[in-house]
T-cell receptor
Framework: NAGVTQTPKFQVLKTGQSMTLQCAQDMNHNSMYWYRQDPGMGLRLIYYSASEGTTDKGEVPNGYNVSRLNKREFSLRLESAAPSQTSVYFC??????????????FGPGTRLTVL | GDSVTQMEGPVTLSEEAFLTINCTYTATGYPSLFWYVQYPGEGLQLLLKATKADDKGSNKGFEATYRKETTSFHLEKGSVQVSDSAVYFCALSDQETSGSRLTFGEGTQLTVNP
């Protein structure tokens, strides 16, 4: 099993460009999450999908959209990138939202720079 | 809302030293508490967890005890190794306010020198 995979690993954008970050998991998990990691701020939840067909906003959703394409895949889109979106983005999955003791599994991250 | 506060880093220790990374939390419900570790260039991995007061989580020589009276979940290890160099995140999940979604602290960078 590959676990949680993310593409690309690195990306440089110019202000105003758009891009989609891809995430896939092969653990048959129901719930998937997108976080951003910034120095001194830990990880902050952008959007999550408790199950296929549903998505909800997290703590910092502005400037982002998501698509739960199927049970395996959960993409994050930046429609018009801004320098404030320079960050490391992590995707995670979990067997089921609502089960507190279940572990979240994280992908390796995408390092995005917006010039 | 819920929040997690970790001791400021970075922390630098010599091999075999004792490690403590402090973590305190604020939550309205009865949260579960976690420590995640991030090795260089990788995603986060669950290190240990505790789901109720007085529980002790342990893994790979690390321990943390859920102290409701002091709202703390400090991470400890008796003898650190160079391979423990990583960023450590304390996190909570409060079923009443946010389902099982995680709230993270800011992370503490640990460097262990040989």
């Amino acid at each position: 099993n590959a676990g949680v995979t993310q593409t690309p690993k690195f990306q440089v954008l110019k202000t105003g460009q758009s891009m989609t970050l891809q995430c896939a998991q092969d653990m048959n998990h129901n719930s998937m999450y997108w976080y951003r990691q910034d120095p001194g701020m830990g990880l902050r939840l952008i959007y999550y999908s408790a199950s296929e067909g549903t998505t909800d906003k997290g703590e910092v959703p502005n400037g982002y959209n998501v698509s739960r394409l199927n049970k395996r895949e959960f993409s994050l889109r930046l429609e018009s990138a801004a320098p404030s979106q320079t960050s490391v983005y992590f995707c995670a999955s979990k067997r089921r939202e609502g089960l507190v003791y279940n572990e979240q599994f994280f992908g390796p991250g995408t390092r995005l720079t917006v010039l | 809302g819920d929040s997690v506060t970790q001791m400021e880093g970075p922390v630098t220790l010599s091999e075999e030293a004792f490690l403590t990374i402090n973590c305190t939390y604020t939550a309205t419900g009865y949260p579960s508490l976690f420590w995640y570790v991030q090795y260089p260039g990788e995603g986060l991995q669950l290190l240990l967890k505790a789901t109720k007061a007085d529980d002790k989580g342990s893994n790979k020589g690390f321990e943390a005890t859920y102290r409701k009276e002091t709202t703390s979940f400090h991470l400890e290890k008796g003898s650190v190794q160079v391979s423990d160099s990583a960023v450590y995140f304390c996190a909570l999940s409060d079923q009443e306010t946010s389902g099982s979604r995680l709230t993270f602290g800011e992370g503490t960078q640990l460097t262990v020198n040989p």
